[in-house]
């Protein structure tokens, strides 16, 4: 007797009128602490000429009520208008040149609220705001200057040498803010780029290899990209090179170039002006920094089939590859060319493995459906067409005999081919990519009842069927598992076991497991007896294979208990 249980088991998108606040919040809180102060100092310290001391605090009012609003505009509101920052900042600018303008000009203390606006404009439009802010306060406080020292300071020597000394501090201040801006700006659009770095590549190896060089030369800003690499248990070495819109991947020898790196830079990444040179200056990794060297860091055939003069040549290494990627043509490479490639190799590293796996994943998943299709083959087709030969040639005889049964028997023989047409056809639907067998939902009752009895005609033995009445609906691809398991088991036990009579029994033993039992009277199995699980099964290498693959996949359990002969 035998028995099968089954177990079934933002990112914030800005609009034309909106732009990003956190800088703003910065701002509009330093000109609210400078409008604060600049009142309290023309409380404590009244300016000169003193006919304009109330001007002065009448504007310093209403300054810090303007600061105060803004801020509190700022720091409650999500967003910032497109077009208030560049109001705000020449406002500011327009404020600071009156403000300089009647309070003793040329020696105005309030000299430092235009580094104020030039740093404004390095935090809000990076390099190009630093140098146009920088030129609009060094013109500004020209011309308060001259016009100052002439019509509030008259017959007051001018002061050369502080007006050179803040013309130069204004200047060199924004030509380090507007680099500073510059690289703000880089690190920005670096980050940008990297946080763009695309999730999902083409199923096509080429295709997404390509697309992630594409990816890594505009980050990395070279014209040609060079990428090497070997996969566990591939002998072979993969090359692939990215010019502009050309591509070409191909498979060479793994030592085609023989060594391709210097062995003291094997496991490192490095950078080099000129790596065809004899005796070229190196700036490599080392853990916690940078070392440098003079040699030949890469083979010379390499260099020459592919032209190399400056390289960043960044390591790619992952537990199932090992590769370099080299980004040639870059102008004057650095260390931090360096440290931003090797986060793009770590990118690329980590796309190629990807693309490996999803490879691997493809390959099973292949391989699983060549073996269930295997086993369709051998429990569906090629047991019916076993049946359809003991039926043919039964029927051959009773035509040589004139026996009127000749057309029952053709008909059964008709009905089972049918029955195998409309089962081929039903596994050709469930390897279609959809796979309607998992959401079709079915009675599976019915249908082994079906199949049983049609099995039992085929091969003209009595099989009786026993369904419980509380069994649910099941996906048509678990229904058709349960009905190949049992066609197989009653044709095993009429074909090798010898038995006249089978009875099949299908239950729910539990809230989510299926309950399958198959037995009859007749012979056990030749190569063992008692009672065995899957695990022992599998371990003895004994019992029917597609039948024990059939429950492992579905992660249930087979039990058979055979006795001798």
Not at 259 to 278: G, H, K, N, P, W
Not at 304 to 320: F, N, P
Request: with cysteine.
């Amino acid at each position: 007797m035998s028995r099968v249980q089954l177990c079934a088991a933002v990112m914030l998108d800005h609009s034309d009128n909106l732009r990003p606040h956190r800088t703003e919040r910065v701002i509009t809180s330093g000109r609210f602490l400078l409008a604060v102060f600049l009142l309290i100092a023309l409380e404590v310290d009244p300016v000169d000429p003193a006919r304009y001391a109330h001007v002065l605090e009448r504007l310093a009012m209403v300054y810090l009520t303007y600061a105060g609003v803004i801020a509190l505009l700022a720091w409650t509101r999500r967003t910032t208008p497109r077009y208030l920052p560049l109001i705000t900042h020449v406002a500011d600018l327009v404020l600071f040149s009156v403000v300089m303008y009647l309070t003793e000009g040329p020696t105005s203390p309030f000299f430092i609220y235009f580094i104020f606006a030039t740093v404004c404009g390095a935090l809000r439009w990076h390099g190009r705001g630093a140098l146009l802010t920088g030129a609009a306060a060094l013109a500004a406080y020209v011309i308060v200057v001259f016009t100052g020292s002439a019509v509030l300071l008259p017959g007051e020597p001018f002061d050369r040498a502080r007006f050179i000394t803040r013309c130069t501090q204004l200047g060199v201040i924004t030509l380090l803010l507007a680099y500073f801006g510059m690289y703000q700006r880089r690190l920005q659009t670096e980050i940008a780029s990297l946080a763009a770095w695309p999730r999902r590549l083409p199923a096509e190896e080429s295709a997404a290899v390509r697309d992630v060089l594409t990816h890594a030369a505009a980050i990395l800003r070279v014209p040609r990209l060079i990428l090497t690499w070997q996969q566990e248990e591939e002998p072979s070495l993969r090359i692939a090179v990215h010019e502009g819109e050309r591509f070409n991947l191909s498979r060479e020898r793994p030592d085609v170039f023989g060594t391709l790196v210097e062995e003291r830079l094997s496991r490192s990444s490095f950078f080099c002006d000129d790596a065809s040179a004899r005796s070229s200056f190196v700036v490599y990794r080392v853990p916690g920094g940078f070392d440098s060297m003079r040699d030949r860091p890469l083979d010379r055939t390499f260099c020459e089939r592919y032209g190399v003069k400056s390289v960043l040549a960044l390591r790619i290494a992952t537990d199932a590859i090992d590769g370099r990627l080299f980004a040639l043509d870059r102008t004057s490479p650095s260390i931090d060319d360096l440290l931003l490639g090797d986060i793009v190799g770590r990118l690329v590293a980590g796309a190629l493995e990807q693309q490996a796996l999803i490879m691997q994943l493809r390959e099973s998943a292949a391989g699983q459906e060549r073996l269930r299709l295997a086993r369709e083959l051998h429990d569906g087709v090629l047991q019916s067409l076993t049946a359809v030969g003991l039926q043919a040639g039964r029927l051959r005889t009773l035509v040589r005999e004139g026996s009127g049964d000749a057309g029952p028997r053709l008909e059964l023989l008709e009905n089972t081919i049918v029955a195998e047409q409309r089962r081929l056809r039903e596994l050709l639907d469930d390897l279609r990519p959809g796979r309607l067998a998992e959401q079709t939902h079915v009675d599976p009752g019915a249908r082994l009842r079906e199949v049983v009895t049609r099995v039992g005609r085929e091969w003209e033995v009595h099989v009786r069927c026993d369904l419980a009445r509380d069994v649910p609906q099941v996906s048509r691809r678990f229904a058709h598992e349960i009905c190949r398991m049992a066609e197989e088991s009653v044709v095993n036990a009429i074909r090798h076991g010898g038995a006249t009579e089978v009875h099949v029994a299908l239950e729910l033993a539990s809230a989510d497991t299926f309950s399958l039992r198959v037995s009859y009277s007749g012979r056990g199995f030749a190569s063992f007896s008692g009672r065995h699980d899957l695990a022992s099964l599998i371990r003895m290498q004994l019992g029917p294979r597609t039948l024990k693959e059939r429950v492992a996949e579905l992660g249930g359990d087979l039990v058979i208990d055979s006795d001798e002969g």
